[in-house]
């Protein structure tokens, strides 16, 4: 059963790109039933700019298009997971005491955190490394490359929830 449209709400066509990579990412998953498109509550350009101050970075302009698209929330997509506002406020600060616990060496200058697990997993875009997205685990020497993007890390991770 599909839940999503290919071409965005009447609200959300000024939130995220139609041609951009999320917005490919988020149409596939709506077409193959993971995500209800009248459920996903997008973000106001405020709220974006409080996840910027708060991790510190400027942010991925795939990862703004979540943001705008859906950062509110999605329904049940994802609903167990760390990656929407406000809980995604903090995550940073989490991550990095993570590291500094366990002995996980790596630079986090450009990171921008975009997801958590229970508390002990984490994913973040580098932005110095053009958005190749990463994962921190506590039992993990150093962070391990996932996606060669935030839309490709998006896709999967929705579908492997």
Known sequence: MKFFRRQPRADQRHLASPEGPF????????????????????????A??????DQGVRLDPEYADFLRCMGA?????????????????????SAVSLCNEVGISCDLAGAIFVAS??????????????????CLTEDSPAPVRVADSFSDFFYDYVKSA
Do not use: C, K, M
Not at 48 to 53: P, Y
Not at 121 to 131: A, K, N, P, S, W
């Open 23 to 46: 917005w490919a990412a988020y149409s596939r998953l709506v077409d193959e039933g993971l995500i209800d498109d009248r459920a996903s509550r997008g973000l106001p350009e405020s």
């Open 48 to 53: 974006l700019e409080e996840i910027a101050t």
């Open 73 to 93: 929330g999605s329904g049940n997509t994802l609903a167990s997971q760390v990656v929407f506002y406000p809980a995604i406020l903090g995550i940073r600060e």
């Open 117 to 134: 697990h229970q508390g002990y997993i984490y994913f973040y875009v580098d932005t110095r490394q053009e958005g190749t997205v990463w």
